[in-house]
């Protein structure tokens, strides 16, 4: 019977996020409405991620869950990353499943669930390369303000613990004049801040050297959209942070001062032994070269610690490197080995709790680092973009160039507008602030 409801459990990175409106947007295309509740849709899908071993157990604990009776009359299926990691062998697990489905497959959706529908019989399809025909304007997003745009897809850095160049495949760019036409439309339709996805934003364009389009120019293009508000991009590898992509975050009025550059170990040899292609002292030059260049700028990472044969004294450089840089977001990781990638080739030395005594360790000093950052912006003026109301529904809340929650008290006229807020104290992972007096600009400063 022709599924009339569907529900889409997400899983994973904003690249899942995005997929899952995408897929939303080709069922409601369809003629499917979205299901408030994951047991009563007809067509149940899970959209999931394989990046640790926790995220993979999670799932499979819903999955195993799921077939013990709930199954109902609907269709189940999975696609995500750990789609592309099990592949058929989910179907062996959990028997109930009716269709596993690649992420270089989703502009199949519909014709995935005819085909179940049809044959009554699971179907599989889990293509390696990604096909550049995707209709990304169908995506059906929530959000009616900030809006996720993909504009390459993939990964070809095979860091060795990552299983993110199998799950995504190799990298494709898209056409530039397909993502200025979406951005375009969204900036017409009112949204104030889009934010381009990719595993390596800064490859953009080098998989086709014809364009003539790197990452800093289609950023170039994107700042002209008339009444384009606020930019920004996630997750860029340390590598290909250009000094021309500097000089863009210098220039562009609409492009955040905040730059996501994950370092992943602080120890040449480790970052040798990942794969990373760039050594501590060639990461610390490049930060430098940022911070001469966009001195506010505030910097965000992401660590491992734990990879097979770090000692202590290499954890400590990572320590060490962590409170030279100072990141504003530091997002801390125990490894996890991952099946099919070169890293399981060796052995998970580390012991379980050598890796959460040293990941405890950088969450204290990320936090102290925290702590006097703040201490640092009290009293300053940021640049808010209004989202809505705080939960008490009193305040507004909004957040920074850089990232910052700000609550603050003013009229609903204000959300969806950017704000000058002077904030003054700090409470729940939130700036207080109160709307500065727009006859004085000189105590502007983007943060
Ligand atoms: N493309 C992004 C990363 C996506 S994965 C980038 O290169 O920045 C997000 C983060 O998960 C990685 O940066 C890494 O810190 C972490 N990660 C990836 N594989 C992991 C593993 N096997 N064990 C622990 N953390 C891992
Ligand atoms: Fe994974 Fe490395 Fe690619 Fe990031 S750059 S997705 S960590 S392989
Ligand atoms: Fe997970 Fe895949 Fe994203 S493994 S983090 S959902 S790219």
Same mark, same amino acid.
Request: charged share 30%; with cysteine; aromatic share 8%.
């Given at each position: 019977?022709?599924?009339?409801?569907?529900?889409?459990?997400?899983?994973?990175?904003?690249?899942?996020?995005?997929?899952?409106?995408?897929?939303?947007?080709?069922?409601?295309?369809?003629?499917?409405?979205?299901?408030?509740?994951?047991?009563?849709?007809?067509?149940?899908?899970?959209?999931?991620?394989?990046?640790?071993?926790?995220?993979?157990?999670?799932?499979?604990?819903?999955?195993?869950?799921? *077939?013990?009776?709930?199954?109902?009359?609907?269709?189940?299926?999975?696609?995500?990353?750990?789609?592309?990691?099990?592949?058929?062998?989910?179907?062996?697990?959990? #028997?109930?499943?009716?269709?596993?489905?690649?992420?270089?497959?989703?502009?199949?959706?519909?014709?995935?669930?005819?085909?179940?529908?049809?044959?009554?019989?699971?179907?599989?399809?889990?293509?390696?390369?990604?096909?550049?025909?995707?209709?990304?304007?169908?995506?059906?997003?929530?959000?009616?303000?900030?809006?996720?745009?993909?504009?390459?897809?993939?990964?070809?850095?095979?860091?060795?613990?990552?299983?993110?160049?199998?799950?995504?495949?190799?990298?494709?760019?898209? #056409?530039?004049?397909?993502?200025?036409?979406?951005?375009?439309?969204?900036? !017409?339709?009112?949204?104030?801040?889009?934010?381009?996805? *990719?595993?390596?934003?800064?490859?953009?364009?080098?998989?086709? #050297?014809?364009?003539?389009?790197?990452?800093?120019?289609?950023?170039?293009?994107?700042?002209?959209?008339?009444?384009?508000?606020?930019?920004?991009?996630?997750?860029?590898?340390?590598?290909?942070?250009?000094?021309?992509?500097?000089?863009?975050?210098?220039?562009?009025?609409?492009?955040?001062?905040?730059?996501?550059?994950?370092?992943?170990?602080?120890?040449?040899?480790?970052?040798?032994?990942?794969?990373?292609?760039?050594?501590?002292?060639?990461?610390?030059?490049?930060?430098?070269?940022?911070?001469?260049?966009?001195?506010?700028?505030?910097? *965000?990472? !992401?660590?491992?610690?734990?990879? #097979?044969?770090?000692?202590?004294?290499?954890?400590?450089?990572?320590?060490?490197?962590?409170?030279?840089?100072?990141?504003?977001?530091?997002?801390?990781?125990?490894?996890?080995?991952?099946? *099919?990638?070169?890293?399981?080739?060796?052995?998970?030395?580390?012991?379980?709790?050598?890796?959460?005594?040293?990941?405890?360790?950088?969450?204290?000093?990320?936090?102290?680092?925290?702590?006097?950052?703040?201490?640092?912006?009290?009293?300053?003026?940021?640049?808010?973009?209004?989202?809505?109301?705080?939960?008490?529904?009193?305040?507004?809340?909004?957040?920074?160039?850089?990232?910052?929650?700000?609550?603050?008290?003013?009229?609903?006229?204000?959300?969806?507008?950017?704000?000058?807020?002077?904030?003054?104290?700090?409470?729940?992972?939130?700036?207080?602030?109160?709307?500065?007096?727009?006859?004085?600009?000189?105590?502007?400063?983007?943060?």
């Amino acid at each position: 019977m022709e599924p009339k409801t569907y529900f889409i459990r997400t899983y994973g990175c904003q690249m899942n996020e995005l997929d899952t409106e995408i897929m939303a947007g080709q069922l409601e295309k369809r003629g499917l409405i979205p299901s408030l509740k994951e047991e009563n849709a007809d067509l149940l899908i899970f959209n999931t991620c394989s990046i640790r071993d926790l995220a993979e157990r999670k799932v499979m604990g819903k999955l195993g869950r799921i *077939g013990r009776g709930q199954k109902n009359h609907a269709i189940i299926g999975v696609t995500g990353c750990m789609a592309m990691a099990k592949k058929d062998a989910l179907f062996r697990k959990f #028997p109930h499943l009716d269709f596993v489905m690649g992420t270089n497959n989703i502009t199949e959706l519909g014709a995935i669930v005819d085909e179940v529908l049809y044959t009554k019989r699971p179907v599989f399809k889990t293509d390696d390369h990604f096909e550049e025909n995707l209709d990304y304007l169908v995506a059906k997003r929530d959000n009616k303000m900030k809006a996720h745009v993909s504009i390459i897809r993939g990964c070809d850095k095979f860091c060795t613990y990552c299983v993110v160049p199998y799950t995504r495949g190799q990298e494709v760019s898209r #056409p530039p004049e397909s993502i200025l036409e979406e951005c375009r439309r969204l900036v !017409d339709a009112g949204y104030k801040e889009i934010t381009l996805l *990719g595993q390596n934003v800064n490859s953009y364009g080098k998989d086709k #050297p014809e364009w003539n389009c790197l990452f800093h120019d289609l950023l170039y293009q994107i700042d002209k959209i008339p009444g384009m508000q606020r930019i920004r991009f996630m997750t860029s590898h340390p590598i290909d942070i250009t000094v021309e992509l500097m000089q863009a975050i210098r220039d562009l009025p609409s492009l955040c001062e905040f730059v996501h550059f994950p370092i992943q170990a602080g120890s040449s040899r480790i970052l040798k032994k990942m794969h990373r292609i760039y050594t501590k002292e060639q990461y610390l030059e490049k930060v430098g070269l940022l911070r001469e260049h966009v001195p506010n700028v505030s910097l *965000g990472t !992401d660590i491992i610690v734990g990879f #097979p044969t770090e000692t202590e004294e290499e954890f400590l450089e990572t320590y060490e490197v962590m409170k030279q840089i100072r990141y504003s977001v530091a997002f801390i990781y125990a490894y996890s080995p991952r099946k *099919g990638t070169p890293a399981m080739r060796w052995k998970d030395d580390i012991p379980e709790e050598v890796k959460q005594d040293r990941l405890q360790r950088l969450l204290d000093l990320q936090n102290e680092i925290a702590n006097e950052e703040r201490q640092t912006l009290l009293g300053q003026t940021f640049e808010v973009l209004v989202e809505r109301h705080n939960k008490d529904g009193k305040m507004l809340k909004g957040r920074t160039r850089c990232w910052k929650k700000v609550i603050f008290e003013g009229g609903e006229d204000l959300i969806g507008t950017l704000q000058q807020v002077k904030v003054h104290s700090y409470g729940h992972q939130t700036f207080i602030g109160e709307l500065a007096s727009p006859l004085n600009p000189l105590s502007l400063t983007s943060g």
